[in-house]
């Protein structure tokens, strides 16, 4: 006996199986394949970021490693935004001349091996350039102690008949207790930075002994040492410049010499690259010290 199916109740139970596989597809939970979905489509919380040093470093014959470099999470971004920044004045003899240093610092006084990071300034400008683009906020949030310092002379620091700028370096390691910072340097603070980082020559400890890192941007003074003295510090070294700075081009040339380093030219940046490029300089500045920490 054949059974005839009323054309429209076999339309109606057809639409219900359909709603009923739909909702099952909705509902049930699924895992996205890896392989379709791109890192640069996940907001950067999202992603675990890691890069060794070894990656980074200038090959021959290639150009930057821009692919190579990370995006500060978002967690680090938001944490930033409640950092407190303390200021204070420091009296030092620098030589048994007296200076009075203006400091910022923020972050953590344990870092868990973490060095410290410690930042330097250009002739026009001082501590607060770093306040102002957040720089100590957001490296204090990436869970680094963080000292940014106005040099004798400059912004809130008094003048000082001290001259030996290296001593000048030391002392507010020795007095703040930084260890073995990474030292950030633009323009007219490699004249305090290089000699403390390259030291005298024939000095009995070496650029490993002083420092963790040095991220020179358009240093003054290259011109002061040789290639060889470059090349005797081992320490990791992030070259940055901006692309529209005549003397930027000239400085990265001279800073080629260091052992072990990495070169980044930031583009359509003039000389203080960092202020002209903020987001960059701390996409570079994350970068470095995660790949350090890889090392």
């Not at 076999?10 to 639409?15: D, E, F, K």
């Not at 930033?80 to 240093?101: F, R, S």
């Not at 000082?160 to 290296?166: I, M, P, R, T, Y």
């Not at 390691?173 to 340097?185: H, N, Y």
Request: glycine letters at 8%.
């Amino acid at each position: 006996m054949s059974v005839q199916l009323n054309p429209r109740v076999v339309s109606g139970l057809a639409a219900i199986a359909g709603f009923a596989l739909l909702y099952l597809w909705y509902s049930h939970p699924r895992e996205h394949s890896t392989s379709t979905v791109k890192s640069e489509d996940l907001g950067s919380s999202d992603v675990k970021y890691s890069i060794a040093w070894e990656e980074l470093i200038d090959t021959p014959g290639t150009s930057a490693k821009w692919n190579l470099v990370l995006d500060v999470p978002d967690d680090v971004v938001k944490r930033a935004k409640d950092v407190k920044v303390q200021q204070k004045n420091m009296a030092m003899d620098i030589d048994g001349k007296h200076a009075t240093i203006f400091v910022r610092e923020a972050g953590p006084a344990t870092t868990d091996g973490r060095p410290a990071l410690l930042l330097l300034h250009g002739m026009a400008f001082s501590s607060k350039n770093w306040l102002d683009i957040g720089t100590i906020q957001l490296a204090a949030a990436m869970g680094y102690r963080v000292v940014a310092v106005d040099l004798p002379g400059y912004g809130s620091s008094k003048s000082s008949k001290a001259n030996n700028k290296a001593s000048a370096v030391l002392l507010v390691i020795l007095e703040l207790g930084l260890g073995k910072p990474v030292i950030v340097s633009p323009s007219m603070s490699g004249t305090f930075a290089l000699p403390f980082i390259l030291g005298p020559p024939g000095g009995a400890d070496t650029c490993s002994d002083r420092v963790s890192g040095y991220i020179p941007i358009t240093p003054s003074a290259t011109e002061s040492y040789q290639p060889e003295s470059y090349a005797k510090c081992k320490v990791p070294v992030m070259i940055v410049y901006g692309s529209n700075d005549g003397s930027g081009v000239k400085t990265a040339h001279k800073l080629q010499n260091f052992a072990s380093r990495a070169t980044f030219p930031i583009a359509d940046a003039g000389h203080p690259a960092y202020i002209d490029k903020p987001k960059v300089w701390h996409k570079l500045l994350y970068t470095f010290l995660t790949a350090i920490s890889n090392k």
